[in-house]
């Protein structure tokens, strides 16, 4: 029997990254094309179909099972489309149309979500039934995993811990409303904040700064690790994990961020639940976009085992 393989795509703000990958979630192939967001739907969708066609060149004799595509923004799987994506200006994009002509099985699903997928399949969500992702990056996102089913919600969209107020009087956050965990701790919001404090760094930079001893710095990543306790304290408690999972750029700055915000999500959560989960850093890093909308295939992940 051949062995299987499926084609992930990360599609991105500022790039579009493609990957063949196994069925241990080994990433076989890897490509990339900026995002020419300027050329609007149809441009991006010319560079998608570009690396898929030189992905289904390289399978090398595997059984393709099908590609998997991981968009920013809001998404409809059921109708396959775009609602709504701020990095793409996307709104009502029909996708999974668009690549009906392969005759191949297709999945969509949003970027943070598909890496919960493939955190569940191959990395830190095996051997658990129920976690919470949370990616903290340029944007805050989270996915959530019960029963070890991705959980949808009522209309597919759910886990937007990113827009959770936190800061009801804060800054006007790009889907409208103010004070979102987002607005006041992702990375673009960092940068800004250092900035209006006079401390010429963007977010990388002022975490290296605190780690050094920073006095101000210190104190603006204290309180941004206050946040975004809060806002994983939320889901601690809404949603009772075994395990809080967290990934994205901004958990690469280490112990100077992740350490407080080990420490303000367990204060911030209810008594009685507090000893009931572990946080643990997530398993897949650059390739998680990639690994995680391969997953969504079932018949590339129909082998795994849960703690295998």
């Known amino acids: 029997m051949a062995e299987r393989c499926a084609i992930g795509l990360d599609v991105g703000g500022t790039k579009i990254s493609a990957g063949l990958v196994d069925s241990h979630g080994r990433v076989l192939h890897t490509l990339r094309l900026p995002t020419p967001v300027d050329d609007g739907p149809a441009g991006i969708f010319r560079a998608m179909r570009a690396l898929i066609d030189r992905l289904i ?10 590609i998997g595509l991981g968009m920013p923004g809001l998404i409809d799987r059921a109708r396959g489309i775009s609602v709504q994506s701020p990095n793409t200006g996307w709104r009502n994009v029909p996708i999974l149309a668009e690549f009906a002509d392969y005759g191949l099985p297709l999945e969509l699903e949003n970027d943070t979500r598909c890496h919960a997928v493939g955190e569940l399949h191959f990395g830190a969500g095996r051997g658990v039934d129920h976690f919470v992702l949370l990616t903290l990056g340029t944007g805050i996102g989270s996915g959530v995993v019960l029963n070890g089913q991705l959980f949808q919600g009522g209309s597919g969209r759910p886990g937007e811990i990113g827009h959770v107020t936190v800061e009801p009087e804060g800054p006007l956050c790009g889907c409208g409303k103010r004070g979102c965990l987002e607005a006041v701790a992702g990375g673009k919001a ?102 995680g909308a391969a997953a969504l295939l079932p018949g590339l992940t129909a082998m795994q085992r849960k703690g295998a």
């Open 57 to 66: 060149a390289r399978t090398d004799g595997r059984e393709l099972v099908g």
């Open 190 to 291: 960092v940068g800004r904040r250092a900035q209006a404090l006079g401390i010429a760094a963007d977010s990388r930079e002022l975490f290296a700064l605190a780690a050094s001893g920073d006095e101000r710095a210190t104190a603006l990543v204290d309180r941004v690790a206050w946040e975004l306790g809060l806002g994983i304290s939320y889901m601690i408690n809404l949603f009772n994990p075994q395990r809080v999972i967290i990934g994205g750029g901004m958990a690469e700055a280490g112990e100077v961020l992740i350490a407080p915000v080990h420490r303000y999500a367990r204060e911030l959560t209810m008594p009685g639940i507090r000893e009931t989960y572990e946080i643990v850093p997530a398993a897949l890093h650059e390739e998680a976009g990639v690994v």
